[in-house]
């Protein structure tokens, strides 16, 4: 064992061979003492599973300040980087990816209905997260410009100037829907169902609109 004590204090020269003498150990482990050192590691994790997930978090929050002059990336990237460069040379790892594929798949199918259940699940007790996420995805707004915007229309419909009174399914209270022009893809406003269904009905025509309000003033003037 070559160790340049030179460039070691005490503690870290101890430290090492207590740790060389370990990976030896475990070379020279028996099948029952490896299952022993196994329940043993996974016992102490248990007990001190705090303590740990505490200090790996530092040393990942200190690897990402450590920021490489000459890649600009920080050390968590590098390492990740030089471990997936070794993962993808690897060929034997191009077959343990296709197993591992196949397991997940075969996972999947055994049991698909709880699968299902748990995303059903997890979207409900996050429903805002993902409401804001389907938001930003569709219209180009979040949650908190929604909000704005129905503070400025004092929380009623831009066209009818009341409240939605329809109630969507599995939601708890019935909200004003995101207008939005389907050419250019801006949003105009927030509607209420009625008066968001009008307008896909009547294809968004101008021309269209005004004939609708000459039929009811031509109508309704001779009642």
């Known amino acids: 064992m070559n160790i340049s004590t030179h460039a070691m204090s005490d503690e870290e020269l101890n430290k090492s061979i207590i740790q060389d003498k370990i990976r030896q150990s475990n070379n020279n482990n028996s099948p029952r003492q490896k299952i022993y050192l196994e329940k043993y590691r996974k016992e102490y994790y248990i007990k001190n599973k705090e303590l740990i997930n505490k200090k790996a978090k530092q040393v990942r929050e200190e ?36 197993r591992r594929k196949e397991r997940q798949q075969q996972y999947k199918l055994n049991n698909i209905f709880e699968i299902r259940e748990k995303d059903r699940q997890r979207k409900r007790d ?19 410009d929604y909000n704005r915007m129905l503070k400025e229309q ?7 100037k009341k409240k939605n009174s329809v109630k969507r399914h599995k939601e708890k209270e019935s909200k004003l829907v995101i207008d939005h022009n389907h050419k250019t893809g801006k949003v105009r406003g927030l509607l209420c169902d009625p008066c968001n269904s009008s307008l896909g009905f009547l294809k968004e025509d101008i021309n269209i609109l005004r004939n609708c309000i000459s039929y009811l003033q031509e109508f309704n003037s001779e009642r």
């Not at 600009?72 to 990816?97: R, T, V």
């Not at 805002?128 to 908190?144: A, C, M, P, Q, V």
């Not at 004092?154 to 009818?160: P, S």
């Open 63 to 98: 690897n990402k300040r450590i920021i490489c002059p000459i890649t600009g990336l920080n050390l968590s990237q590098l390492k990740d980087k030089k471990y997936w460069f070794n993962y993808k040379k690897n060929e034997d790892n191009a077959k343990s990816k296709k």
């Open 126 to 144: 996050n429903a805002d997260h993902y409401l804001n996420k389907r938001r930003i995805r569709e219209f180009g707004i979040t949650s908190n």
């Open 154 to 160: 004092n929380e009623v419909c831009y066209i009818c």
